[in-house]
């Protein structure tokens, strides 16, 4: 079942190539912004479950701050051979009023 | 400039009919110096041994001699925009990361830790500082050593050189080039005359469009070879003889490190005698791939006017509206020939005011019978907007057409036909009970003169 989360935060607050981390159910998402479109993955990485928080963002690239590994923030695939497991990926959209909502499962 | 400029055709030596040069002199615009270069010594007409591309011990001699001495292209500026952006230059068993460390500042470290010997690290990417996987050694980004986790145990590494080893970097045109020789020339000197011949094109300002790489199933020089010479046209690439000059091609030969080929375009194949200008006109803006338009619809020839102008002016308006920039000072040989050069070993660069294509070939790691082909495509942008970002590199499945690759268009099925002939050479060499082949004098000439200056460096 698929729940909408209202009102997460205005879309606006989140720059290019920015983050921002929230918890929402539970779960630790950080909900991302680079070419002007917005992702959610889990804050934690695939390979050795470090936050993602600081990671640098460019061009639909999230690099985890401890060794770099690359997940592509359309598809949460790793680049590379430190981990083959892909970071969760949540829908988001930005709703009328301007702000987020993300689809959590 | 050299005291050859000029030298026509040479008697029984070239094809008959007209040369690169008298169509120099057709030209409206001053014709700038390099083209004018016409340097082809004789390098022998010997049969070379097979062995040079299939043989495992004529690669282990390349892996000592040749690959651990000469500067190799690895990957280009705007590959690593910001400090802590690197590249991993792998070449043969040995990997590099390029990295760049100030705004004008690159280094090029060994890929390995210096505490167990893994990889620090296994892909391009961005990082802080450099922290090994496995224990977590870890160095800045200048590769100044910053420590090991349980010190305590590492007494015995206080009094020895813990930062990462480096090898030579130098930059032209945008593209970072490495050197595994701490006494080689300098790449200036390496590159000559490479820069003066393209000065009208600044290929540091111009932005990578397109970037697609496959393995190929032949020797690295098979692919570099494949791209040559001019001569194949005719059985490989038929379609286009409408509009290449392919037997009026010029070679070149610059020193040890740079030769050139020169393919007229807008003018049909001596091998085909009945082609009007409408036909040359049609195909090349069809087929060709690198003119300003890839349609012929809406182009009538004006009365008069031949196909090599036509086109010329075409790409002249079409250019100048791209880049912002006038082209008036461009000649029509500028405009559309197949200018091409090669920088040993095996990078090769075309001129050109937009859309230059860059190759490059490497040995598939260790195997000397598969090579890694890449192809870039460097395109220009209006002055005074903001560089576009690079292409990603598109990485071909070995099984893929390059004509799968839409962002290199009418490129992919030429490749696809060059394509056809690499794997198929190393194949039938590895069957070969000549066991040689024999090279054309003329138009093989910068074949001949690659595989002379592999000798100098596994003789040296």
Known sequence: MTTKTDTLIPAADITDNQSVAVILEGKNILICRTNGEYYAVDNQCTHQRASLTEGRIRNCFLSCPLHGVRFDLRTGKPIGELTKVPLKTYGIIVSDDGNLHIELD | ?460
């Open chain 2, 1 to 460: 400039m050299s005291d050859l400029i000029k030298v026509k055709q040479q008697g029984e030596a070239r094809c008959e009919g007209i040369s690169y040069q008298d169509l120099l002199d057709d030209e409206k615009i001053e014709v700038p110096s390099y083209l004018r270069e016409n340097t082809n010594p004789y390098m022998g007409n010997e049969d070379i041994d097979v062995a040079r591309w299939i043989s495992r011990d004529f690669h282990e001699q390349e892996k000592i001699k040749l690959w651990p001495k000469v500067w190799q292209m690895t990957c280009r500026e705007e590959d690593i925009p910001e400090v802590g952006d690197h590249h991993i230059y792998e070449v043969v068993d040995q990997s590099i990361i390029v990295t760049r460390t100030g705004e004008n500042q690159i280094k090029a470290y060994i890929n390995s830790c210096l505490h167990r010997g893994r990889l620090l690290r296994d892909c391009d990417g961005h990082v802080k500082e450099f922290v090994c996987p496995f224990h977590g050694s870890t160095w800045d980004i200048n590769g100044q050593f910053k420590g090991i986790p349980c010190k305590w145990d590492f007494s015995h590494l206080d009094q020895k050189d813990m930062s990462l080893p480096q090898v030579k970097v130098g930059t032209w045109g945008g593209f970072i080039f490495i050197n595994f020789d701490e006494n080689s020339i300098p790449l200036e000197e390496y590159l000559s005359p490479l820069p003066e011949h393209f000065a009208r094109f600044p290929l540091h300002d111009y932005y990578k469009g397109a970037h697609v790489q496959r393995v190929v199933q032949c020797n690295w020089k098979v692919g570099a070879e494949a791209f040559m010479e001019s001569f194949h046209t005719l059985e490989t690439h038929s379609e286009i003889l409408t509009f290449t000059g392919d037997a009026n091609s010029q070679y070149d030969t610059f020193g040890d490190h740079v030769s050139r080929s020169v393919t007229p375009m807008g003018i049909a194949s001596p091998h085909l005698p009945n082609v009007t200008e409408a036909e040359t006109m049609r195909d090349i803006l069809e087929l060709s791939g690198r003119m300003a338009t890839d349609s012929a619809e809406g182009h009538e020839m004006p009365e008069g006017l031949t196909a090599r102008t036509y086109v010329a002016e075409t790409n002249r308006e079409m250019f100048s509206e791209i880049i912002g920039e006038s082209l008036d000072d461009a000649t029509k040989s500028e405009l559309e020939d197949a200018i091409l050069y090669m920088l040993f070993p095996n990078t090769q660069v075309w001129t050109g005011y937009h859309g230059n294509i860059v190759y490059r070939f490497l040995p598939n790691g260790d195997d000397h019978n598969s090579c890694v082909f890449e192809t870039m495509i460097l395109m220009r942008y209006p002055k005074g907007t903001k560089r576009p970002d690079p292409a990603k590199k598109n990485i071909l499945r070995p099984d893929q057409a390059f004509s799968e690759a839409p962002e290199i268009g009418g490129l992919g099925p030429v490749f696809d036909q060059d394509d056809s002939n690499m794997a198929a050479v190393q194949k039938g060499m590895l069957a070969s009970k000549k066991g040689a082949v024999s090279l054309a004098s003329y138009q093989e000439s910068r074949i001949r003169h690659l595989h002379q200056t592999i000798d100098k460096y596994l003789k040296a």
